[in-house]
């Protein structure tokens, strides 16, 4: 009887140790996807972001990358630890589990915070007949625009600021490339309407040439395209840049907080296999 429940026992482990071996492997992957991701987002979109006033973003393409390598690095020590069958590193490797978990629920939050800043939500219309009139009520009624959030607010603010006084300019070529990339990218003029460039110092300036638009405006670029900012020959009626440029980001926020919470909760299943082998495997003898 005791030989059969210790065959039984064995089996067990020798189950457990397979599927963590194969769940490690499905983890190193997925890191190795988050890191590309990073790596990908830093190579490609790294200029025009860098326009941006905050550095949340940016920082969050780096934090992918180190995620992604702690995340692979973490897998290949599960794979170790699971066919040495070494009870203290089945410990470290569940604490780091634990760790990037932790990190990756906190990285969604954030992410899905960070979203909510962007972009005011649809507002709530109360019926005329309330009998206790809100603020958001009362705003309606009276006409009031509806407040901006304040990281929208900053967002325009500085994209703007930036095309008109650094554009062109000596020194600032990274940013003179950036916002050419930005509007032939995302098919937009300005900021918020090619109206913007009338205040730009090098549009008014001697060196424009005659330019009333940058020519990375013209929906075909060639030379000094950018005299002419009638709507067929400039991006004068789709929108803004900052428009695009937040749509881009709230679209990317939205894909990294799901990812992160996706993968934490599969992490949650790791976590459980590595509980049961832990508890199946003999204390070691020293």
Not at 73 to 85: D, I, P, Q
Not at 135 to 156: H, S
Request: aromatic fraction near 10%; proline fraction near 3%; include cysteine.
């Amino acid at each position: 009887m005791g030989e059969f429940n210790e065959k039984k026992t064995t089996c067990g482990t020798v189950c457990l140790k397979y599927l963590l071996f194969t769940y490690n492997c499905c983890f190193w992957l997925a890191g190795l996807a988050v890191m590309a991701v990073g790596i990908w987002t830093l190579a490609l979109k790294s200029d025009y972001i860098s326009l941006l006033a905050s550095g949340t973003y940016l920082a969050t393409a780096y934090i992918l990358v180190v995620a992604g390598t702690v995340v692979m690095v973490t897998g290949v020590l599960g794979c170790c630890a699971t066919f040495k069958e070494r009870r203290n590193l089945l410990r470290l490797y569940f604490i780091l589990l634990l760790i990037i978990f932790l990190l990756e629920i906190i990285a969604g939050i954030l992410a899905y915070a960070y979203y909510q800043q962007l972009g005011p939500g649809p507002p709530h219309r109360p019926s005329w007949g309330s009998a206790s009139p809100t603020l958001e009520g009362l705003r309606l009624r009276l006409k009031f625009p509806a407040p901006q959030p304040q990281l929208n607010t900053e967002l325009k603010e500085n994209l703007k600021d930036t095309m008109t006084k650094r554009y062109h300019q000596p020194g600032h070529e990274a940013v003179t490339s950036a916002v050419d990339q930005l509007q032939q990218e995302f098919h937009c003029c300005g900021s918020n309407n090619s109206q913007d460039w009338r205040d730009s110092e090098w549009i008014r300036s001697q060196e424009a040439g005659g330019r009333v638009v940058p020519d990375s405006c013209c929906k075909t670029v060639v030379a000094l395209c950018g005299q002419r900012d009638h709507a067929s020959n400039i991006y004068k009626v789709e929108g803004g840049c900052i428009t695009k440029l937040e749509t881009f980001i709230q679209e990317h926020l939205r894909v990294i907080g799901a990812v992160g919470i996706g993968i934490a909760c599969v992490q949650v299943f790791g976590m459980i296999f590595t509980c049961c082998l832990y508890r199946s495997l003999k204390l070691e003898h020293y």
